[in-house]
């Protein structure tokens, strides 16, 4: 059982600050570190990870500090996003020099079992270069995962796979949750951390916006003020009805766009309002869409609140 | 020194096509060397100054810095080097461990090529052979040091590398006698001059003033290179 402790940190890099003032605890179990792109999670990733110095503020594994302090690599795993390995040598042979890197009394039983896990072994002595992305993602895990961690960090580990490669890591790191072992990964998409992990954080413009399990972030990305496009047989009608409603809070008419813009600011009440006021007023809907439901606008909010 | 990190430095430097660019200059010296020698030019002038210009002057400065920056400078480039960094191992075994490796390059594609050419030019006259081949190998090794070095610390390595050999070493050593004091090639040639035949060799360090420089910038290049790859910020693509 290993516990990652951040406190206050911060780190800048010239004039741009990546992560401001941040503190969060990550225990055992999967979380999810969830952020647009550009949030800051490599950068937290890799000051969790002893690459990076905090520019204030502290780092440590179970009390020690992970910075300048290379015992702790025997605790964690890391596994990167960048896909650059050694592609000159084979699975087998990366595996088994991961592990003779970390003293392993026996490596190659190391190296077979790490293999298994992440079921490579069928391609073992294939050269990484002939790999798929999807297979040098598992090497990378079987590699970060030789010296049985107690923490293992995973840095985008769902960009570019295909579906099928995709299950398999969602198992993967579940199972290795389910074990204990502290597992950290970062990601840009609330779906994909909602299936694995039990515990998501939220950062967006290198700060901390929220933390709690998926339902809590879910509730409070889903009840922000919506704004949505509607149009329809009557547009005057439907504003004038829509605003007398509570669940609005304005009501434009977009000539531009030809069509009403509304912000809705309770989202549950709204959505059962709108099918009802256009069925009373006989109103014919022909569009209904959210017009601010991009990733950014989300967390913009998350942050705000 | 870990023999893993030692094994994979070595694969990726002689395994892909820079083994090529490794071997192609002590080929043109060993070719140049045979010609002479057919020719019945390669008395001890010409060896002199074949050795000397070619071998110690441009070959090895080139394969040291090729090979100094080539053991380091492509893993930090694409990030692969994470997998060593993250290891329960000294930074200063990681940098000495790619030094070793480096300097059995420098004497597998600089040094035997070196004395190979002095010994067929030459022979055992003067033991010219023999003092450009020792000056090649403690040269090569010195300039390794430097190099990796330089690998660690920017990732424009290879140009500040050859400013430094052709600027300072060529140019300003050329021109300004006192730049030559604290020149590699100047010490590798004094090194040279002390294992060949007294008279030799013309030398413009002493001695006793070239080898603590060797050894204090060798020590201090690899110190200083496992001290900065202790911080070494790795960047994302984010």
């Known amino acids: ?305 | 020194m870990n023999t893993t990190i030692a094994a994979i430095t070595l694969r990726a430097m002689v395994g892909r096509r820079r083994a090529v660019l490794l071997l192609a200059m002590p080929v043109i010296l060993l070719g140049l060397a045979v010609a002479l020698r057919l020719t019945g030019v390669a008395g001890v002038g010409t060896s002199r100054a074949v050795l000397g210009a070619f071998a110690l002057g441009t070959l090895v400065p080139l394969l040291g810095l090729i090979i100094g920056t080539g053991v380091i400078g492509p893993e930090i480039d694409d990030g692969s080097i994470v997998y060593l960094l993250a290891k329960p191992v000294s930074r200063f075994v990681i940098v000495f461990t790619k030094l070793v490796v480096a300097v059995g390059c420098v004497a597998v594609f600089a040094a035997v090529p070196t004395l190979a050419a002095g010994l067929i030019m030459a022979g055992d006259r003067r033991g010219l052979a023999l003092g450009y081949g020792v000056g090649a190998l403690v040269g090569g090794a010195v300039y390794c040091a430097v190099f990796l070095m330089l690998g660690v610390l920017t990732r424009h390595a290879v140009v500040v590398g050859l400013l430094y050999a052709l600027l300072w070493e060529s140019l300003i050593g050329g021109y300004v006698p006192g730049a030559r004091t604290l020149s590699v090639r100047q010490w590798a040639v004094s090194v040279t001059s002390a294992v060949a035949e007294h008279g030799a060799v013309p030398a413009d360090v002493r001695l006793r003033v070239a080898v603590p420089l060797l050894l204090v910038a060798a020590v201090a290049a690899t110190w200083y290179a496992g001290w900065r790859l202790r911080s070494l910020a790795l960047t994302s693509d984010e």
């Open chain 1, 1 to 305: 059982m290993s516990v990652i402790s951040i406190e206050r940190a911060s780190r800048w890099f010239g004039n741009v600050v990546a992560v401001n003032d941040v503190s969060m605890t990550i225990g055992p179990g999967v979380t999810g570190l969830l952020g647009p792109n550009g949030a800051g999670k490599s950068t937290l990733i890799h000051l969790m990870g002893g690459f990076l110095a905090p520019s204030a503020g502290t780092v440590t594994l179970d009390g020690a500090l992970v910075w300048h302090n290379v015992d702790v690599y025997r605790r964690v795993g890391l596994v990167p996003e960048r896909e650059a390995m050694y592609d000159f040598l084979t699975g087998w042979q990366f595996t088994l020099a991961n592990a003779r890197l970390h003293g392993l009394a026996d490596p190659e039983a190391a190296a077979t079992r790490a293999l298994q896990t992440v079921e490579m072994t069928f391609a073992q002595d294939r050269r990484l270069d002939t790999y798929s992305k999807g297979m040098k993602q598992r090497v990378k895990m079987a590699a970060a995962l030789v010296h049985d961690p107690a923490v293992l960090l995973l840095d985008e580990p769902f960009n570019g796979m295909d579906p099928r490669q995709r299950l398999h890591l969602i198992d993967l790191i579940r199972r290795m949750g389910a074990d204990g072992r502290t597992v950290l990964f970062s990601s840009h998409i609330l779906e994909e951390v909602e299936q694995v992990a039990s515990h998501i954080e939220v950062v967006v413009a290198g700060r901390h916006a929220a933390s709690g399990d998926f339902r809590a972030i879910r509730r409070l990305m889903i009840d922000r003020p919506h704004v949505f496009l509607i149009r329809s047989s009557d547009d005057r009608r439907l504003a004038a009805a829509l605003i007398a409603d509570g669940s609005t809070a304005a009501v434009e008419l977009d000539g531009r766009e030809r069509a009403l813009r509304v912000h809705a600011v309770d989202f549950q009440r709204f959505v059962l309002l709108l099918p009802r006021l256009a069925r009373e007023h006989r109103l014919r809907l022909y569009m209904v869409s959210p017009s601010d439901e991009s990733l950014e606008s989300v967390f913009s909010y998350l942050v705000a609140s």
